[in-house]
């Protein structure tokens, strides 16, 4: 099915349209960037998803950020983006009117940029300075690549250290998950980096995120469990394909989010909203119910497992065995 065809069902399913009719272009617009909308607020959430990626990312030679605790510490993770700088010949100082996803210690690539240059400060959505000067003057496109290249989580739910030392049987060992008032807890932070850690605090920010690690880590890989995305179909005509359930909840659920825009004017046989919510619930907890994870009971304590720290109960752990 396209997004098209998609669509068709939840404007029927709004009263909308007559059988074997076809909406105006500007409608179905309408439609799919709700659909977008939509998919973007779902995937802040774990069991709207189908499915749970485990990503392997060798450290190697990756240094990792350059920034306040040194290169073995932090790591980004995330999308390559680009952002638009003028630089002047023999300036530090890259102005840069929008400096939003910029962090210091990232490294910084394009025309005029000498290799191996980070960003050591920010004024916000002003300027940037640079570690060393650039050699190019004007208008410039600068790239910013992350440590590890990969979908950025929205949430981390599990993390091992990956140990490849011998690459064909190789060895988990369970890393804490802490959050940063665990993470400013820790008294000595950079030290000669070794190819053993067990902690991260994973600072969500975007479109790369920032893994904090400890001790410093300067070998073997980091295995990152996270939850997956729900991507909507890009145009009308693509096509799109999920598990069983989700045609249901997508075509109840934009019905509801379009049934504003289906006005008197331009519906058959508007049908009322509430209904149509309700539908829409069932469908999309029917979603839930089959990927929520195996439910489990656990204690506020580690019990010597590697977990956090703190004594605060985590009641959607506590019910479904996964935060939501």
Avoid at 22 to 36: F, I, V, Y
Wanted: with cysteine; glycine share 8%.
């Amino acid at each position: 099915m396209t997004a098209a065809d998609f669509l068709y069902g939840c404007f029927r399913k709004c009263g909308q349209m007559r059988p074997g009719y076809t909406n105006s272009p500007e409608l179905l617009a309408d439609g799919l960037r709700e659909w977008l909308a939509w998919f973007d607020a779902l995937n802040a959430r774990r069991t709207n998803q189908f499915t749970t990626p485990d990503y392997v990312y060798p450290i190697g030679s990756n240094t990792g950020l350059n920034g306040i605790y040194g290169p073995n510490v932090q790591f980004t993770l995330g999308p390559v983006f680009t952002v638009s700088a003028t630089l002047t010949i023999g300036s530090a100082v890259a102005v840069i009117p929008n400096t939003a996803g910029l962090i210091i210690g990232q490294y910084i690539t394009g025309t005029g940029i000498p290799a191996n240059t980070y960003i050591t400060a920010i004024a916000v959505n002003t300027s940037v300075t640079l570690s060393v000067v650039a050699t190019a003057a004007g208008a410039q496109t600068l790239t910013i690549t992350p440590t590890f290249t990969g979908p950025r989580p929205e949430k981390i739910l599990r993390m091992n250290l990956w140990l490849t030392a011998t690459p064909t049987s190789p060895t988990r060992i369970p890393m804490a998950i802490i959050d940063v008032e665990e993470w400013n807890r820790i008294n000595v932070v950079q030290f000669t980096a070794t190819d053993v850690a067990t902690t991260c605090y994973p600072d969500y920010q975007f479109p790369q995120m920032v893994l904090n690690i400890w001790p410093p880590l300067n070998g073997n890989s980091l295995e990152i469990f996270t939850w997956g995305f729900l991507n909507a179909p890009a145009t009308l005509t693509a096509s799109y394909s999920a598990p069983p359930g989700y045609q249901d909840a997508i075509e109840w659920t934009l019905a509801t989010r379009l049934w504003g825009l289906c006005t008197n004017q331009v519906a058959v046989n508007r049908v009322d909203l509430r209904w149509l919510e309700g539908k829409a619930a069932k469908a999309r907890q029917a979603v839930r119910d089959v990927n929520r994870s195996m439910p489990k009971l656990r204690n506020d304590f580690g019990g010597g497992r590697a977990t956090s720290h703190t004594a605060v109960c985590d009641w959607g752990l506590l019910l479904v065995g996964s935060p939501y």
